[in-house]
T-cell receptor, first 112, second 117 residues
């Protein structure tokens, strides 16, 4: 069974602090996506990484795909209250499958 | 352009009943996937359809079924509802089948919140 474990599960920080969320698996994925989900809404895609070792930046968010394409991290610099939400990683493209495997989620709360 | 739309927004059913959820993908997208998200967890893959054919199925019982129509919209059907089926059901559309994820991204609808009493 393919699993994506995210850590930490919950995170509460003050505005202006930095944080890193991790997404780990024993499986290799051909791509990995990060989403943010607000309560009562569907996940919104933040980024897709496809190459081992790839780093992508989206304003204050930095995403990295592990060299072996089994893990990923999301780093937020100078967090703001608007960053509050559920962060989900999703791995896709393992051989012979058409589905995306979602991580367990990291619930982030940024306090003003 | 409109994003992914789902209906209804909320639904309350009792055990043993049947439910049909609907999804319209982004215009031009041919692939629709369905996910179940139980409170506090990440979405779990149920089905993927591409060009009206089932391309993938998750570990869900046969009570769950789906189909895709010629206009690429989709329905998810759940029979003999159980309390454990209470969840947010998400639909995602993409321009291609998910076997080429490098070139292809999923866009989610707002979901249908199903409560089974």
């Amino acid at each position: 069974t393919q699993l994506l474990e995210q850590s930490p599960q919950f995170l509460s920080i003050q505005e202006g602090e930095n944080l890193t969320v991790y997404c780990n698996s024993s499986s290799v994925f051909s791509s990995l996506q990060w989403y943010r989900q607000e309560p009562g809404e569907g996940p919104v895609l933040l980024v897709t990484v496809v190459t081992g070792g790839e780093v992508k930046k989206l304003k204050r968010l930095t995403f990295q795909f592990g060299d072996a394409r089994k893990d990923s991290s999301l780093h937020i610099t100078a967090a703001q209250p608007g960053d509050t939400g559920l962060y989900l990683c999703a791995g896709g493209g393992t051989s012979g499958t058409y589905k995306y495997i979602f991580g367990t989620g990291t619930r982030l709360k940024v306090l003003a | 352009d409109a994003g992914v739309t789902q209906s209804p927004t909320h639904l309350i059913k009792t055990r043993g009943q049947h439910v049909t959820l609907r999804c319209s993908p982004i215009s031009g997208h041919k692939s629709v996937s369905w996910y179940q998200q139980v409170l506090g967890q990440g979405p779990q893959f149920i089905f993927q359809y591409y060009e009206k054919e089932e391309r993938g199925r998750g570990n869900f019982p046969d009570r769950f079924s789906a189909r895709q129509f010629p206009n690429y919209s989709s329905e998810l059907n759940v029979n003999a509802l159980l309390l454990g089926d209470s969840a947010l059901y998400l639909c995602a559309s993409s321009s291609q089948g998910l076997d080429r994820p490098s070139y292809n991204e999923q866009f989610f609808g707002p979901g249908t919140r199903l409560t089974v009493l």
